[in-house]
Structures are given as structure tokens and as C-alpha cells.
């Protein structure tokens, strides 16, 4: 098998294996970004620690219609995005302060939160 086509076969294998778990966290984002969940339950985690002055990113992926959570909004930060099921959607963080912000879905059932601790 030709190795492009034996990675493409391998991705396309982990992505219906994690399809099929209803709790499967995505897959790690490579540039250290932390994965979000939004699932019937809600997001998962549903809290997530970073430190300021730090760089961080949040990538957010529904894996089901059976839940609200169809946006992300983080109303401190005026930020609201859909959240197309399956597809990753990346939110930077700012870490200029320590400060908790907090993440919802668009009708503000679910509620997460984002704790930056100081230096």
C-alpha cells in the first residue's frame, strides 16, 4: 500500500472508531491546543486551567444533533460561533490576566469555564 494512501486509510479508521464512541474526546490538537466535546452532555471538560501569559487556543467539535450546544459563545469575550457538527473550530484565548471566563452554548443551559492562574 503507498503511504499516502495508508495514512488517509488509518485517519479515515480512527475517525469512524471515534464516530462510534458517544464520549470520545477529539483527537489532540498538535500545536497543544485543548479539545472540547460538545456532546449530549454538554462540553467536556467542562472546566479547563491555563496560565496566563501563555498562548492558548480551545478547539471545540459537536459530535452530535442531540444536544443545544450547536454554538460556543463566551459572552466576557463577545465571542459566538457555530459549532457545524464534526468540524473543529478554533477560539484563541487571551492570557494577559489572570481571570475565569466562562463558555456556554447559545441558549446558556450548558455553562463551562475557562480558569487563566496568574504567573
Known sequence: MKPVLSVALSAALAFSAAA???DAKPAA???GAIPI????????PSEVKLQAGIPAALVFTRTTDSTCATEVVF???NIKK???KDTAVRIDIPTDKAQTLTFQCGMGMYKSSVVIASK
Open 29 to 31: 490538537v498538535s500545536d
Open 82 to 84: 457555530e459549532l457545524p
Open 20 to 22: 462510534c464512541n458517544k
Open 37 to 44: 466535546t460538545a456532546n449530549e452532555k454538554g462540553f467536556l
Open 75 to 77: 459572552p466576557e469575550l
